[in-house]
């Protein structure tokens, strides 16, 4: 890449953060971003989508076979026991009545080591986040602003699935694939379905459905995958859509297709747009689901845990149809 191709790309980032700016939208204090779209209305209105009471969760298994590789120091979840069956049998032994104890176990992983929603302190560009705050209030102490437990009570309302490999008529989309905005449309449009204000919008491009029939996660963590294009920010912001959740690792397309800064898409979404993003969601059945009865929206539910100073948190999202 040329001097002059660089810093075309700079300046293609730059305008896009200032371009898709939301700062002091919901106040100067705000530390939520858009998820502030979804209203009671809103929620009420999703709860009406429920008529047969099916649920579908969202969430890959946590456990050492997850995806992650090392790669940014990620790990998958590990458990461990603090107290087991064994001690149960040992207390029988030495004439504890009905050998009775209990079992408990503590978890050890990566805020990001499963199905998880970003913190909106989990992104900087120009070494500020979301709504201005500077990127030192994030320390080795936490997150003192725009940490996870902001969504504690948020993330509620209409999801909207987009499945963009049936849409484009394969079993998953290669590598590489950057999905426009106008994609996005497209696939809306071929669903009948609104893209709107406060929507969560799903986006499945297949990556999981990839893994299971190659039968291992392979480079899924950090590695090539289909993506969001860096123009679809103008196409969500201008939605004023809520939050997206996607079955890849990084949401945006691998290799970017910016290449000034790894990560382009994420330098806007979060810390201007403010946009909440999940990441390694399985929507598979959900996506099979819809296809049969032809019902691309429902009502979604995936607070995270409030861990205080966390710039992500784990989930297991829900959607009742």
């Known amino acids: 890449m040329t001097d002059q191709q660089l810093e075309q790309d700079w300046q293609r980032l730059r305008d896009a953060a200032e371009r898709c700016k939301n700062w002091g939208k919901w106040g100067e204090d705000d530390q939520a971003g858009t998820v502030n779209y979804i209203t009671p209305e809103m929620i009420r209105a999703a709860s009406a989508l429920v008529t047969d009471g099916r649920v579908f969760s969202l ?3 946590y456990g ?4 992650q590789s090392g790669h940014l120091r990620r790990f998958n979840p590990m458990s461990f026991m603090m107290r087991d069956g064994d001690d149960a049998y040992a207390r029988a032994l030495a004439g504890t009545p009905q050998g009775i104890g209990a079992a408990d176990d503590v978890l050890i992983m990566a805020a990001q080591g499963a199905t998880h929603w970003d913190a909106l ?3 900087f560009f120009d070494s500020k986040m979301w709504n201005g705050y500077d990127a030192r209030l994030v320390s080795s102490m936490g997150a003192e602003k725009n940490d996870i437990s902001n969504y504690r009570d ?3 309302g209409r999801g909207v699935l987009l499945d963009l490999p049936r849409w484009a008529g394969v079993d998953w989309l290669e590598p590489g694939r950057a999905v426009t905005g106008d994609d996005l449309q497209a696939c809306a449009d071929t669903q009948h379905v609104a893209v709107g204000t406060g929507d969560i919008l799903l986006i499945r491009f297949g990556q999981i459905t990839q893994v299971r029939a190659e039968g291992s996660w392979g480079t899924y963590a950090g590695g090539d995958a289909p993506g969001l294009a860096f123009d679809t920010l103008d ?3 201008h939605k004023e859509i809520a939050g997206i959740g996607v079955d890849t690792w990084g949401a945006e397309v691998r290799p970017n297709d910016v290449s000034a800064v790894n990560q382009p898409w994420h330098r806007v979404a979060l810390p201007s747009i ?3 993003v999940g990441e390694i969601f399985d929507l598979d059945a959900l996506a099979e689901d819809c296809a049969n009865d032809g019902r691309y929206e429902f009502f979604f539910s995936a607070c995270p845990l409030p861990v205080i100073g966390s710039v ?3 989930i297991n999202p829900v959607v009742v149809k």
């Open 64 to 67: 050492e076979t997850g995806p």
């Open 59 to 61: 969430s890959i298994d």
């Open 235 to 237: 196409w969500l912001f």
């Open 154 to 156: 948020k993330i509620v």
């Open 121 to 123: 302190g989990h992104m």
């Open 312 to 314: 992500g948190g784990p």
């Open 274 to 276: 403010g946009l909440l």
